[in-house]
């Protein structure tokens, strides 16, 4: 079998009596970063020593095999450095391959910065979207958020603290600089914070840099007829990110209902 196993995503306090006795009893741990769970089970004063096989982005295709067949004699654990594996974190090929070769899967659920950041954000949490780490091109960045221009669930991104604050600016540009968010930081740690507001102003917010482990929650578009004139913004967004006047009015068009000719057209007289 093939457990999944969540890990404290800060608060060493968050380790489930469930994962204690997981670790204490395991044979054979996949982990995306063996000292971090060397680390883990002696700060949780777990004295077994299990057979630690390192398993992270750069070898899951090569191990995923391995663990399978592994995993059809006997229980095979699997943690990422935080959280639950599979999340922005080496696993879902492991868990495909599993289910493919008909190997149970299993999870023991604990801490998760998706879920902890959305719930104190003080933004719906009814209907949500994951979209992981934002990209660090700024072409793909530019076109990644001028597709989820009109997305209307809430949506969750990871940023690092080095980029948070032009990513902030990025958003506002595609989304608005009025549309709501929430920054969170260190999570569940000591300096935990979250800096709640408008895009405009969580920009100003980070202005004079952010530490920590970041969660950024945005609020969705809000249910409104697009006006030609925000649709045409949106155009622009997409191909100032390197996308195709074409490609960008069709994405557009779709999203909002409008022609894409139109579209098109107001972009090519608007040059």
């Keep these: 079998m093939i457990i999944l196993a969540a890990t404290p995503i800060g608060n060493l306090g968050d380790a489930s009596r469930r994962l204690v006795d997981l670790l204490e009893s395991a044979t054979v741990v996949a982990a995306e970063d063996t000292r971090m769970t060397q680390r883990l089970c002696a700060a949780l004063g777990i004295e077994n020593r299990p057979r630690l096989i390192a398993f992270h ?12 067949e592994l995993a059809r004699e006997q229980d095979v654990v699997v943690l990422s450095d ?12 492991l868990v495909a391959a599993a289910a493919a070769a008909g190997v149970e899967v299993t999870a023991v659920p604990g801490p998760s910065a998706v ?25 793909e960045r530019a076109r990644f958020f001028g597709s989820l221009a009109g997305e209307r669930r809430t949506l969750v991104f990871f940023e690092a603290p080095t980029r948070v604050g032009q990513t902030l600016a990025d958003m506002a540009r595609a989304f608005g600089g009025a549309r709501s968010a929430s920054v969170s930081r260190e999570l569940t740690k000591l300096h935990e914070e979250t800096a709640r507001g408008t895009l405009d102003e969580l920009v100003a917010w980070a202005a004079d840099g952010v530490r920590g482990e970041l969660v950024i929650v945005v609020a969705g578009a809000e249910e409104r007829e697009v006006s030609p004139d925000d649709a045409l913004a949106q155009v622009r967004v997409l191909v ?14 779709a999203a909002t209902g409008l022609s894409s000719r139109d579209l098109y057209q107001a972009a090519l007289a608007a040059r």
Excluded: C, I, W
Aim: glycine share 14%; no cysteine; hydrophobic share 35%.
């Design 57 to 68: 982005d750069h070898n899951e295709k090569q191990k995923a095999g391995e663990l399978v």
């Design 82 to 93: 935080a959280g639950m594996p599979t999340v922005s974190d080496p696993g879902y090929g």
């Design 115 to 139: 879920l902890t950041a959305l719930a104190v954000s003080g933004l719906p949490t009814d209907r949500f979207a994951f979209e992981g780490f934002v990209p660090r091109k700024p072409g």
């Design 240 to 253: 100032d990110g390197g996308a195709r006047l074409k490609d960008a009015a069709r994405e557009v068009a």
